[in-house]
C-alpha cells in the first residue's frame, strides 16, 4: 500500500509532476486498466484541492458507461455528444468549462458541481472513455490543469492494459 504524498504548497506545474510520479509508483508492475484507473481517481481526490468528484467514464456501445470514480454517486450512462463528457468524447478533445451553468445542455449529476474538466482517453486511435473532474467552485480548471491531467491519461493508458474495458 502506497501513501499520497502531500503536494501542499506546490504551484500547479509541481502538483502535476509528483503526482505523475506517483501515479508512475501505482501502476509499476499492474497492467490491469480498470485497477489503474481506480488508483487514479483516489490519487486525484485525495492531491488536487476543491474537488467535489472525480471519475471515469468508458465507452460501450456509443455511449459512456460510469467506472471508477471518488465522490457522490453519479449518472450511470452519458450518450456521446451529451453534457460535457459526451462532447469531449465525441470531439476526441480535453474541454475546461469554468461555469456548467453556462454549458448547453450540461448534465448535472451534483447541483453543487460548478467547474468541469474531461480529458478523453485515446489509446492507437481509439476512444476509450473519458476522465471527469467536477468542482464546487466556478473557474477552478484551467489549461494548466488540462495539460498535466493529460500528462496522467497518457502514462496511465502507457502503462495500462484497457483492452478487457473495450466494448
Known amino acids: 500500500m502506497q501513501a499520497v504524498r502531500s503536494v501542499d504548497g506546490l504551484p500547479k506545474a509541481g502538483i502535476f509532476a509528483e503526482l505523475r510520479q506517483q501515479l508512475a509508483g501505482l501502476i509499476a508492475g499492474e497492467r490491469d486498466g480498470l ?8 490519487l486525484i481526490q485525495e492531491a488536487l484541492p476543491a474537488l467535489n468528484w472525480a ?7 456509443a455511449e459512456l458507461i460510469l467506472g471508477p470514480f471518488q465522490g457522490k454517486v453519479a449518472c450511470v450512462r452519458i450518450p456521446l ?3 460535457v463528457c459526451g462532447t469531449a468524447a465525441e470531439r476526441r478533445e480535453t474541454i475546461v468549462v469554468p461555469d456548467v451553468h453556462d454549458f448547453p445542455g450540461h448534465i448535472a449529476c451534483d447541483a453543487a458541481s460548478r467547474a468541469e474538466i474531461v480529458v478523453p482517453l485515446i489509446q492507437s486511435g481509439k476512444l476509450l472513455g473519458v476522465l471527469d473532474l467536477d468542482s464546487p467552485e466556478p473557474g477552478r480548471f484551467d489549461r494548466e490543469d488540462a495539460a498535466g491531467l493529460e500528462m ?4 496511465l493508458l502507457e502503462g495500462s492494459d484497457f483492452g478487457r474495458l473495450a466494448g
Open 35 to 42: 485497477a489503474n484507473a481506480a488508483n487514479l481517481t483516489a
Open 55 to 61: 471519475g471515469f467514464y468508458f465507452l460501450r456501445d
Open 81 to 83: 455528444g451529451k453534457g
Open 152 to 155: 496522467l491519461v497518457r502514462l
